[in-house]
T-cell receptor
Framework: QKEVEQNSGPLSVPEGAIASLNCTYS??????FFWYRQYSGKSPELIMFIYSNGDKEDGRFTAQLNKASQYVSLLIRDSQPSDSATYLC???????????FGAGTRLFVKA | DVKVTQSSRYLVKRTGEKVFLECVQD?????MFWYRQDPGLGLRLIYFSYDVKMKEKGDIPEGYSVSREKKERFSLILESASTNQTSMYLC?????????FGPGTRLTVT
């Protein structure tokens, strides 16, 4: 079992819709959770982080964390073609050195 | 804003050459990382450093070495480049729990 799992996609949504990206992790000691956006040929960019159970909103992005079920999700409201990218989920244990990355979900937003 | 810079965006080297990739961060972060990213394989950790002159092997250290003589600079060295080291190399720096990436170096070994 991979430590951080994501559906590779592609996930295709129409412009203006809500895109829902999901991630599960295996280590119950994980404390910090991140979402990165990576455009083709570019490096990953940190867009959201969440540490506590529940929802965290930042503009059109909402991160959701459920530690009991060991999943974290990213919702993108009012999706735009410019949101088309690969989204990486990342998980870190408290005090650990490594941040574990998922393989990413490709998102296409159709105009 | 955190800034992580890498010495080259694109690099072409010949098989057997010694290759240096440099990374500099300006946020006084203690932790720095080198990854490579290949299609279908995701991000793979090569080496990381948690302090000056301190380094630890990641998941795929073979064929690579690193140097961290100053806190802001973390260098990746390919002792004798091979074609299977053609890849995108990403440096990252971490403060607290948040990790930030440099722009990447696309290395081609011919």
């Amino acid at each position: 079992q991979k430590e951080v799992e994501q559906n590779s996609g592609p996930l295709s949504v129409p412009e203006g819709a809500i895109a829902s990206l999901n991630c599960t992790y295996s280590d119950r000691g994980s404390q910090s959770f991140f979402w990165y956006r990576q455009y083709s040929g570019k490096s990953p960019e940190l867009i959201m982080f969440i540490y506590s159970n529940g929802d965290k909103e930042d503009g059109r992005f909402t991160a959701q964390l459920n530690k009991a079920s060991q999943y974290v999700s990213l919702l993108i409201r009012d999706s735009q073609p410019s949101d088309s990218a690969t989204y990486l989920c990342a998980v870190k244990q408290d005090g650990g050195f490594k941040t574990i990355f998922g393989a990413g979900t490709r998102l296409f937003v159709k105009a | 804003d955190v800034k992580v810079t890498q010495s080259s965006r694109y690099l072409v080297k010949r098989t057997g050459e010694k290759v240096f990739l440099e990374c500099v961060q300006d946020m006084d972060h203690e932790n720095m990382f080198w990854y490579r990213q290949d299609p279908g394989l995701g991000l793979r950790l090569i080496y990381f450093s948690y302090d000056v002159k301190m380094k630890e092997k990641g998941d795929i250290p073979e064929g690579y070495s690193v140097s961290r003589e100053k806190k802001e600079r973390f260098s990746l060295i390919l002792e004798s480049a091979s074609t299977n080291q053609t890849s995108m190399y990403l440096c990252a720096s971490r403060g607290g729990s948040k990790q930030y990436f440099g722009p990447g170096t696309r290395l081609t070994v011919t």
